[in-house]
């Protein structure tokens, strides 16, 4: 089993939280499908929820690299959707939601990498 922790404000509902990361588990191929990776909200906090994705992977030898696929999974999708992650710490809401577009996933020096990852 992974887990993936994440903390997201409050003015976004936790269902929608929930697809999010659900999502980002179904991109990670690595990741089996049964059991079914599930969030479970995990703290709520005075400016933010935490979540947990959990999710099970074949053998213990690919867990890192799995890990790795999947956080990286988590920030594109919170990113395409426009949902700013507030981990790790949160000190108040910018003017603007801090999320990088996909046209700038790729500025130098960044390497493009598969889709899928």
């Given at each position: 089993m992974i887990h993936a922790s994440?903390?997201?404000?409050?003015?976004t509902p936790w269902r929608k939280v929930e697809?999010?990361?659900?999502?980002?588990?179904?991109?990670?191929?690595?990741?089996?499908q049964q059991p079914a990776p599930n969030v479970r909200q995990?703290?709520?906090?005075?400016?933010?929820?935490?979540?947990?994705?959990?999710?099970?992977?074949?053998?213990?030898?690919?867990?890192?690299?799995?890990l790795s696929a999947l956080l990286g999974n988590i920030q594109d999708v919170f990113n395409e959707n426009g949902e700013q992650i507030m981990s790790p710490h949160y000190m108040a809401d910018p003017e603007q939601k801090q999320v990088i577009p996909?046209?700038?996933?790729?500025?130098?020096?960044?390497?493009?990498?598969?889709?899928?990852?």
């Open positions: 994440v903390t997201i404000g409050y003015t697809s999010l990361l659900l999502t980002a588990a179904g991109r990670t191929r690595e990741l089996l995990t703290g709520l906090s005075d400016f933010y929820v935490e979540y947990q994705l959990i999710a099970a992977v074949s053998t213990a030898e690919i867990r890192s690299e799995v996909k046209s700038k996933w790729f500025d130098m020096p960044a390497k493009r990498m598969t889709e899928e990852t």
